[in-house]
C-alpha cells in the first residue's frame, strides 16, 4: 500500500509539473537559463549596436528596462512575489527590441514591453503559464499599432516582395551588413549564440533545424525559383528567420514538450512563414507563424504524446487464445 501511494504521489506530482515544461526540461533553474540566453544573445546585440549606432543600444536598453519595471509593478499590484529576479523579463525586452528598427520612436519599445509583460505573460499567471510568446506578441502589437513607425525599407525581404532581387552579397547577409531590425540581421552571430544554447543544453535543435529545412524546402518547390540559390540564401539569412527559430520556436513554455512534437511544430511554423511571406500583403511572416504555431503547441502535445501500454484483463485476453465471452 505504502509503494501504491507513493507511485500516485510521484505521479502526480509529475502531472503538475508538467504544466511548467522549463521546470523539468533540466536541473538548472529558470534564471540559469535566462542567463544563458542573455549570453547568447550578446553577440548579436553588439552587432546591432555597432551596425545601427547607439540608437540600437538605447531602444534595447528601454525596452529591456520597461519589461522588467512593468513586471514588478504587476506583481506588487497583486500583491505576489516579485519575479524579475528569474530574468525572464530582461530576455523579453531584449528580444522584442531585436525585432525592431533602430529608428523607431522611443514609445514604441515601451507600448511593447508593456503588452508583451503585462498582457501576454502577467495576465495568464506568469511565466510558465503564458500561451503565446511575449516579445513575439509584443513585436506584433506594435507593428499593428505602428506600422509606419516599424517598418522596413530596403531590406533584403522587401526587396524580394516588390519583385526584385537583392544586390547584397551572401557575405553581406550572413554576417549582417543589410538594413533590418536591431537584433535579426547577423544570421551568422545569431546561429553562434543558437549553437551556444544547444550545447548548454539549454534548447532543443529539432524545433529550429525543421523549421529552417521547411522554409528551405517551401523556397525550392516555388514555381520559377526551383533552381534560384539566391532567393533561398535571401529568405532564409535576412529577415526574422534565424532568429525566431532559435529563440522563440524553442521556447519551452510556448512549444511542445515532446521530441516529435518540437520537430511537427518547426515544420508548421515553417510552412506557414513562407505561405505568408509569399501570399500575405507583408513581407515578413514569421512572427504571425509561431505564434499561430503556439497556439496550436497543446494539440501537437497530445497528437505526439506517447500513448500508454493497456492493460487487458483475462477476460479480454484468455490465456488459451480463444474468444473472451
Same mark, same amino acid.
Given at each position: ?21 522549463p ?74 527590441a ?11 519599445p ?7 509583460? $503585462?498582457? /501576454?505573460?502577467?495576465?495568464? =499567471?506568469g &511565466? %510558465? ?8 506578441? +509584443?513585436a #506584433? ?31 553581406? $547577409?550572413i /554576417?549582417?551588413?543589410?538594413? =533590418?531590425? &536591431? %537584433? ?8 553562434? +549564440?543558437? #549553437? ?16 529552417i ?41 510556448t ?9 511537427a ?20 511572416g ?40
Amino acid at each position: 500500500m505504502t509503494v501504491t501511494n507513493n507511485m500516485t504521489a510521484s505521479g502526480a506530482a509529475l502531472s503538475a509539473a508538467r504544466k511548467f515544461p522549463p521546470y523539468i526540461k533540466q536541473q538548472d533553474t529558470v534564471r540559469s537559463m535566462m542567463a544563458d540566453v542573455l549570453i547568447a544573445l550578446v553577440p548579436a546585440a553588439v552587432w546591432g549596436v555597432y551596425k545601427f549606432g547607439l540608437r540600437a543600444l538605447l531602444v534595447i536598453a528601454l525596452s529591456a528596462a520597461t519589461a522588467v519595471a512593468s513586471e514588478t509593478l504587476f506583481d506588487l499590484a497583486v500583491k505576489r512575489p516579485i519575479s524579475v529576479g528569474d530574468l525572464s523579463a530582461v530576455v523579453t525586452g531584449i528580444l522584442l527590441a531585436f525585432c525592431l528598427p533602430s529608428t523607431v520612436p522611443l514609445y514604441v519599445p515601451v507600448v511593447g514591453a508593456v503588452f508583451a509583460v $503585462v498582457v /501576454v505573460k502577467c495576465f495568464f =499567471g506568469g &511565466i %510558465g503559464c503564458n500561451i503565446l510568446n511575449p516579445a513575439l506578441s +509584443g513585436a #506584433v502589437f506594435v507593428r499593428l499599432c505602428f506600422p509606419e513607425a516599424t517598418a522596413l525599407t530596403g531590406d533584403p525581404l522587401s526587396v524580394l516582395k516588390s519583385g526584385g532581387m537583392p544586390e547584397a552579397s551572401y557575405y553581406d $547577409v550572413i /554576417v549582417g551588413n543589410i538594413p =533590418g531590425n &536591431i %537584433g535579426e540581421v547577423s544570421a551568422l552571430l545569431l546561429i553562434a +549564440g543558437g #549553437v551556444y544554447l544547444i550545447i548548454r543544453g539549454v534548447i532543443d535543435w529539432r524545433a529550429p533545424v525543421f523549421m529552417i529545412g521547411s522554409v528551405v524546402l517551401v523556397c525550392f518547390l516555388i514555381p520559377d525559383n526551383v533552381s534560384s540559390f539566391n532567393f533561398v540564401m535571401y529568405e532564409v539569412f535576412s529577415g526574422s528567420l534565424i532568429m525566431a527559430a532559435l529563440f522563440m520556436a524553442t521556447d519551452p513554455v510556448t512549444t511542445p514538450a515532446t521530441v516529435s512534437g518540437r520537430a511537427a511544430f518547426g515544420v508548421l511554423a515553417g510552412v506557414l512563414t513562407m505561405l505568408l511571406r509569399i501570399c500575405g500583403t507583408q513581407p515578413e511572416g514569421v512572427a504571425y507563424a509561431v505564434l499561430t504555431a503556439n497556439l496550436l503547441s497543446g494539440v501537437i502535445d497530445r497528437i505526439t504524446a506517447p500513448k500508454p501500454a493497456r492493460r487487458e484483463s483475462a477476460a479480454a485476453a484468455p490465456e488459451n487464445g480463444g474468444d473472451a465471452e
